[in-house]
């Protein structure tokens, strides 16, 4: 552990490697590339103290330093106990002067210290993924509350749990759900879960996916994005819902649905998506079958009832990395992953940076809207502007470099009247 004034690290020695990886992801974003170039340029976040908690890792590295371009003093501490990258956050540290709080494996006691010293800065504007700052200057640090202009929110999880404060009205500033932005949901929760997740148990288990059963549990968009993927991989995908819609979706994009109760006995590996807790539960883990394989890629590692499986168990031990054995008192064994902690960050390293590059485009715009609009904002959650929206698609679309068509004057006329028919 590397503690110094500012920051608390695993190692300062790891910031080489840390740097190249950083310098590799960035390689696919040019849309936070040239927000970065706008933002060093004219400095449109100059003296704003930001505090985000993030997964720590190359892509969040690459915003952090576009924020810190843009004139931001910034704070970073991890959304996760699991999911830090060590050396992005000791490169973050050394090479561009960063505080960083954030060790991969830090206990629950060291996770919320971390929280508190990115929010000992009195932070102007906080970035979350999963409210956890929003929650602790709400509970534990209010004094907080009087500098803070606004805040953002990266996931659904974390969108939901600040709706409910709105709606109860005890959010005491304004959020912008960067969550909602198309360019965030369209590609990040689908291909980025979707192919990230994969990587996640691929890395944990070596396991062969063709012909085995995978059981994706909720289908919205990270469902999707597994579902579609491991169909890809050659695996019988069940999906199990709670939502007739999605549900019927699932069925009609091919995939067969059915009740977790009828899931547990025909799985080979589980994985959660839903955002919600105890979709796996005791009920389940007796139906299934010996060697089964249960992991989680939704925010909170609560989606699967851990102690219900540590009760219904004999033993337990670490067979691989990320790979605890939970063995029945029915003679089967169980495999629980990372600690049922999101798969994709704890084994792997989330989602690639070609589609966290518009999910942090959409945080850097985020922060830059809030602190434009802040005399007008109220106490609630705001969706990102469609105007932004739009611009980070048109910047996505030049970097990969695709062009699209525009309509002609006959085509608009035509999309604006309503005379012409057949
Ligand atoms: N969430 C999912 N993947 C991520 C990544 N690569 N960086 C930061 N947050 C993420």
């Known amino acids: 552990m590397t503690r110094g004034k500012g920051f608390d690290v695993k190692e300062l020695r790891l910031a080489r490697a840390g740097r190249d990886r950083i310098e590799w992801a960035k390689k696919e ?3 936070l590339r040239s927000i970065g170039e706008r933002f060093a340029k004219k400095k449109p976040l100059k003296g704003l103290r930001i505090s985000a908690c993030l997964h720590v890792t190359t892509e969040t590295a690459a915003l952090m330093q576009v924020l810190a371009a843009g004139g931001a003093k910034v704070t970073l501490c991890a959304s996760n106990p699991l999911s830090t990258q060590d050396d992005a956050a000791a490169a973050l540290v050394k090479n561009d002067g960063i505080s960083v709080y954030a060790i991969k494996g830090e206990n629950r006691k060291t996770y919320y210290g971390h929280i508190l010293q990115a929010l000992s800065v009195k932070p102007h504007v906080t970035m979350d993924d999963g409210a956890d700052l929003v929650s602790v200057i709400h509970t534990k640090r209010r004094e907080v509350l009087k500098g803070v202009v606004g805040g953002t929110e990266e996931t659904t999880t974390g969108v939901i749990r600040l709706r409910a404060m709105a709606k109860k009205g ?13 360019t965030k949901h369209f590609f ?18 070596n396991r062969l996916l ?5 059981v ?13 993927r491991a169909r890809g991989m050659g695996a019988r995908v069940l999906v199990t819902e709670v939502d007739p819609l999605p549900a019927l979706e699932a069925i009609m994009d091919g995939f067969e649905v059915a009740s977790m109760s009828e899931a547990a006995a025909k799985g080979d590996i589980f994985c959660t998506l839903t955002g919600n807790i105890h979709v796996l539960r005791g009920e389940h883990f007796r139906k299934m079958k010996d060697g089964a394989i249960v992991c989680n890629a939704g925010h909170f590692n609560v989606e699967i009832d851990i102690p219900a ?9 670490t067979v691989r990395p990320f790979v605890e054995e939970y063995r029945m008192r029915n003679g089967r064994a169980i495999h629980l992953l990372a600690e049922g902690r999101l798969i994709n960050l704890s084994s792997a390293e989330g989602h690639p940076s070609t589609v966290m590059d518009m999910s942090f485009a959409n945080q850097a715009l985020g922060v830059e809207f809030l602190i434009k609009k802040k005399e007008t904002l109220d106490n609630v959650v705001y ?40």
């Open 29 to 31: 974003m040019p849309v």
């Open 170 to 182: 005890v959010l005491r500033y304004p959020i912008v759900a960067v969550n909602e932005a198309k």
């Open 188 to 205: 990040d929760n689908r291909y980025g879960t979707g192919q990230s997740t994969l990587d996640g148990i691929l890395r944990a288990t």
């Open 210 to 214: 063709a012909g085995s059963c995978f």
């Open 216 to 228: 994706v549990a909720g289908y919205g968009w990270c469902g999707r994005g597994l579902a579609m």
């Open 309 to 317: 499986l540590a009760k219904l168990a004999r033993s337990v031990r």
């Open 383 to 422: 969706p990102i502007p469609d105007a932004i929206d739009r611009e980070i698609a048109r910047l996505k679309l030049a970097g990969i470099g695709a062009k699209i068509d525009t309509l002609t004057p006959e085509q608009k006329k035509y999309l604006a009247s309503w005379e012409m028919g057949t």
